[in-house]
């Protein structure tokens, strides 16, 4: 997985791609307000492409596959979250908007939408355990799928063998 993550005054924007050998398994997108909350998810994949947005008690969007269109709609609420299976990126920014509500060592349910490699959009509870001062786990209840995050100081998650670069050059001397 590489990913890029950028700060603004008006949130964060990960973008991140999942490459299996030299085959493009996945490109996702995320913008998150400064508190977390997601603000537009895009998903691409064999299955698709797909793009919600959060609208006052709805989530809505669509998914342009192959055989045509969808159109998505799930309950959406303030504080719910918003995972794509697999992808650290939306579990660090789910994180973001628990941390000041979930302790070490507590766990909480909380409402949210899943979205699955296939690109299935539904919605969930999620129970979730912030198991450290940077550890989550973020299982879906009915099914008990699981994504498990360990985040840096700044809300980045730690993977294994990772390599950290600017994305702005410094301005030259």
Do not use: C
């Not at 709609?73 to 504080?79: C, F, H, L, T, Y």
């Not at 899943?114 to 001062?133: C, E, F, I, K, N």
């Amino acid at each position: 997985m590489t990913w890029s993550v950028a700060d603004g005054v008006r949130g964060r924007r990960w973008r991140s791609i999942l490459v299996d050998g030299n085959d493009v398994v996945g490109v996702v997108l995320l913008e998150s307000a400064p508190d977390g909350a997601p603000v537009k998810l895009e998903v691409a994949s064999a299955a698709g492409l797909l793009t919600l947005h959060p609208d006052g008690s709805t989530l809505h969007g669509n998914v342009v596959r192959p055989t045509g269109m969808e159109h998505v709609a799930v309950p959406w609420r303030d504080g719910s979250l918003l995972l794509a299976v697999g992808t650290p990126t939306t579990a660090a920014a789910a994180a973001r908007t628990l941390a000041e509500r979930v302790g070490i060592g507590q766990g909480h349910t909380v409402p949210g939408v899943s979205v699955d490699a296939q690109l299935h959009v539904r919605a969930v509870t999620y129970r979730v355990a912030r198991v450290g001062p940077r550890g989550w786990w973020f299982v879906t209840a009915d099914t008990g799928q699981q994504t498990g995050v360990t985040l840096d100081l700044d809300g980045i998650p730690l993977l294994a063998e990772a390599v950290d670069w600017p994305l702005e050059l410094e301005p030259p001397a």
